[in-house]
């Protein structure tokens, strides 16, 4: 899953979540994918999930904060919208600090499923 905002030159936000699998399993993978937003939205988060989003995110910090393109694209965020640089690095302090509640707010916000594009790329048939 990828994620990108934007302040200037109006808010905004883009949300992309990918996957590979052979192309008779599409369909079945979709309908889990909304499947798993809808439960995301509405159903109680157990601790165990809260938890492994909280690990899964820090060690993506972690791989991540080693790479320049992370640093440059964080420096140039933070320039262009008028934030502190050093903010970045407190990622994982505010990663470990996500509730239910916050996850299940950004959800409903952000994974709207009356609004999406599907693209869905198969192999050209020889």
């Not at 916000?109 to 020889?126: A, F, I, Q």
Request: proline share 4%.
């Amino acid at each position: 899953m990828t994620t990108a905002s934007d302040k200037v030159p109006k808010p905004a936000y883009a949300l992309s979540i990918d996957f590979s699998c052979a192309p008779e399993r599409t369909e079945d993978l979709v309908k889990r994918l909304f499947l798993e937003i809808s439960r995301m939205r509405m159903d109680e988060l157990s601790e165990s999930y809260i938890r492994g989003v909280r690990e899964a995110l820090v060690r993506q910090f972690e791989t991540d904060s080693h790479e320049n393109r992370w640093a440059v694209a964080r420096i140039t965020d933070a320039y262009e919208n008028g934030d502190d640089i050093r903010e970045a690095i407190k990622e994982p302090e505010i990663d470990r600090t996500l509730s239910a509640a916050m996850i299940q707010e950004a959800a409903r916000m952000y994974l709207d499923t009356r609004n999406y594009v599907r693209v869905t790329l198969v192999p050209e048939k020889k």
